[in-house]
């Protein structure tokens, strides 16, 4: 089945750049999506398809994808940014068709 | 606006069936705007997705949970429901479900509940 690799971990001064990546084989032909997920919360949309966002979240979040690897990038980093953050595919040839990142965390300094 | 409400079986015994409900508010589940997905998280673990339907009715679930899974809708009561059989501690997690949006984005949560399986 398809897997999406993430960095367990990122630490991030606040007002710096943070970039979680996501590792997966072509991932850069699929749609990846994006999630930020805070202590005792549900996970809430942030990107979608690769780099759009939905209605309410901060243009500081934005995402790329390319060739093997996609990244959602903060930028100018808040402590409300420190949180879990999951990318997400469709595979449409997978068995497992929706297939999540291991998942990182992000730590605001 | 549309929102999401789970709840169900909170405890449930070892090879007994889970079985959840997502009410729909905001917004009709008959909407071909929307199809829906059943998604779970153990205690600090990651997510896992664990079924979905279309507006229409066909399903598609995760094969790792062995054809223990069924989905369906409710269209009376605009809700999702989910029945997972046989359970172990293994499916001991919170459960989240979530509108799908065309680009097979999960675009809306609910707030989740949580199941405990255990004698």
């Known amino acids: 089945s398809y897997v999406l690799t993430q960095p367990p971990s990122v630490s991030v001064a606040p007002g710096q750049t943070a970039r979680v990546t996501c590792g997966g084989n072509n991932v850069a032909i699929k749609r990846v999506h994006w999630y930020q ?7 809430a949309l942030v990107v979608h398809d690769n780099s759009d966002r939905p209605s309410g979240i ?3 979040f ?3 994808n390319s ?3 996609a990244t959602l990038t903060i930028s100018r980093v808040e402590a409300g940014d420190e949180a879990d953050y999951y990318c997400q595919v469709w595979d449409r040839f997978s068995e497992h068709m929706y297939v999540f990142g291991t998942g990182t965390t992000v ?3 | 606006q549309l929102q999401l409400h789970e709840s169900g079986s ?3 015994k070892p090879s007994q069936t889970l079985s959840l409900t997502c009410a729909v508010s905001g917004g009709s589940i008959n909407n071909g705007d929307y199809s829906w997905s059943w998604i779970r998280q153990s205690a600090g673990k990651g997510l896992e997705w664990i079924a979905y339907i279309h507006y229409g009715g066909s399903t598609y679930d995760n094969p790792s949970l062995n054809n223990r899974v069924t989905i369906s809708l409710d269209r009376s ?5 989910l029945q997972l059989r046989s359970v172990s501690a293994a499916d001991t997690a919170f459960y989240y479900c979530a509108s799908v949006s065309r680009m097979n984005a999960f675009d809306i949560w609910g707030q989740g509940t949580m199941v405990t399986v255990s004698s």
């Open chain 1, 67 to 69: 060739g093997t690897t």
């Open chain 1, 107 to 109: 730590t605001v300094l």
């Open chain 2, 10 to 12: 909170g405890l449930v």
């Open chain 1, 58 to 60: 901060p243009e500081r």
């Open chain 1, 37 to 43: 997920q805070k202590p005792g919360q549900a996970p």
């Open chain 1, 62 to 64: 934005s995402g790329s």
């Open chain 2, 77 to 81: 009561k605009n809700q999702i429901s």
